[in-house]
């Protein structure tokens, strides 16, 4: 069973950066898509950014030239770099596996993100 494990969540003023990780175990990690995503309180959960095995990046509009998703293949960990943080980056962030071809994702706990003076 695949289980993702996010850390690196906190308070941190506007204006402010932090790291996200999340660490992939259970099964082959280069299968999956790995992503972030971000729910706000009393709104739908978004996309954040995603990367493939590959290293091919998609990102919100709204976190562009903001964030940059990674991940190492070999630490089966993907992270998220966060600069320039704004107010309404205030969420929880989740990590996401997915394997497309077989239609399977998974989902770590969250880490909550609070962007605050």
């Known amino acids: 069973q695949v289980q993702l494990v996010e850390s690196g969540g906190g308070l941190v003023q506007p204006g402010g950066s932090l790291r996200l990780s999340c660490t992939f175990s259970g099964s082959i990690f280069s299968i999956y898509v790995m992503g972030w995503y971000r729910q706000a309180p009393g709104k739908q959960r978004e996309l954040v950014a995603t990367?493939?095995?590959?290293?091919?990046?998609n990102y919100a509009d709204s976190v562009k030239a903001r964030f940059t998703i990674s991940r190492d293949n070999a630490k089966n960990t993907v992270c998220l770099q966060m600069n320039s943080l704004k107010p309404e980056d205030t969420a929880v962030y989740y990590c996401?596996?997915?394997?497309?071809?077989?239609?399977?994702?998974?989902w770590g706990k969250g880490t909550l993100v609070t962007v605050s003076s």
């Open positions: 990367i493939t095995s590959g290293g091919t990046t």
């Open positions: 996401n596996a997915e394997w497309r071809s077989a239609n399977r994702a998974y």
